[in-house]
């Protein structure tokens, strides 16, 4: 089970210490006694919709999809209805329970306004497997990225714990030191793949999966993903030939995002035991920018 799994038994009142109630923050001492309860799983009320898929890849156990930007992955506040979950029971009878009843099969997940690959589980040994792979990093997963500026760096990997702003708490920030008691490790190896004047193509692979981990180490990089609404500001072009800058901006605000895909994902199948490897194309937006950088950059 994941760490967030156990949070919720925590929090749902179905872990105790020595027979009582206990908070996460607890410190455990020799000699007690945890024991916990695993509910049964809850029906899911959540409607299903038939909502259009691009499905990869689909067989008895899973399903590879690749996510267009601007859909949720799961129903939460202000965003009930249209989501991943909603298309997915709308597709399928049957996904793993794991993670909850508004979590249906979902393994790993993508921000709203980034694109690409996930694979979703449709049992619940599946998703055991493929959450034990992601852990281990066997998994790969690798995201394209376009940011800002020229990096001094063929490759790097940024090491660096992410938790919940300390402000601003719908972003997420490195938080070392003393305080980083807050966050959880997070690692990203990242690799440019082409420059273009003030920008550049960036490949980040994970091996960890925290809540917008790409963008906020490439951030930390000082190299933040173009269009990134979060942390990157709504940053324009300033600098350069008129045509060229009112062409690239135009562009940018297209992307109505951050210039973020995950276009590769691979991992051993957990019935078959054999590596499957997957990818999927830049979206349109996103290819219409990089193309332009490409034919323009020089100017």
Known sequence: MSRSAFQRLIDDGCTTVNGQPAKASYKVVAGDLISYTI??????HMRAEDLPLEIVYEDADLIVINKPKGMVVHPAPGSAAGTLVNALLGHCKGLSTIGGVERPGIVHRLDKDTS??????KNDATHRALQAQIQARTAERKYLSIV???PRFEKAVVDAPIGRHPVDRKKMSVIEGP??????????????LDRFGPFALVEAKLQTGRTHQVRVHVAYAGHPIVGDPVYCNKRQLKSGKIDFVNKVNSLIHELQGQALHAYSLSFDHPRSGKRVE???PLPVDMEALLEYLRQNSGE
């Open 39 to 44: 509910p049964d799983a809850k029906p899911t």
């Open 116 to 121: 690409g690959l996930m694979v979703v589980a």
């Open 148 to 150: 800002w500026g020229n």
């Open 179 to 192: 305080s980083n008691l807050r966050s959880r490790a997070a690692v990203t190896e990242l690799t440019v």
């Open 278 to 280: 997957f990818a999927a």
